[in-house]
């Protein structure tokens, strides 16, 4: 005797953009953790990283089709033997009318040069890149 059984698939949650913004608005806050956030609402941390990165671009790509742009960075080498830093060759750096910050890393240091007057969109560029 033949029998053919069907054994449906678990489907995935799907959460509304009302209760990812709930739980992203959650991970913002000073001292809340990703995963603390995540596993009081019985979620997988790793899901709530990924709403995390997809609003993160989608605040950029917004930023970009209301006329932001980026600012072309200067990258200064670094030397692999001594680890000194050479100077930048930019003009740019030595006006006052710029906000000038510098990130060293193992790899190199990173200098950013921005516009005084996008003080604003800096500092917002900034607070998203570290969290």
Excluded at 26 to 31: C, D, E, H, S
């Amino acid at each position: 005797m033949n029998q053919v059984s069907t054994v449906e698939r678990p489907r995935r949650r799907e959460y509304s953009a009302d209760f990812k913004a709930m739980v992203l608005e959650q991970i913002r806050q000073p001292g809340a953790s990703v995963a603390g956030v995540a596993l009081s609402h019985g979620l997988n941390p790793n899901m709530v990283h990924r709403w995390k990165r997809e609003d993160r671009q989608r605040q950029m790509l917004t930023a970009l089709s209301e006329g932001h742009a980026f600012v072309p960075l200067q990258v200064d080498a670094l030397s692999a033997v001594t680890g000194e830093v050479l100077p930048c060759k930019s003009p740019a750096a030595a006006t006052p009318e710029t906000i000038r910050m510098e990130i060293q890393r193992p790899g190199g240091t990173l200098v950013v040069h921005w516009p005084l007057s996008a003080a604003q969109q800096f500092s917002q560029l900034l607070r998203d890149w570290l969290r």
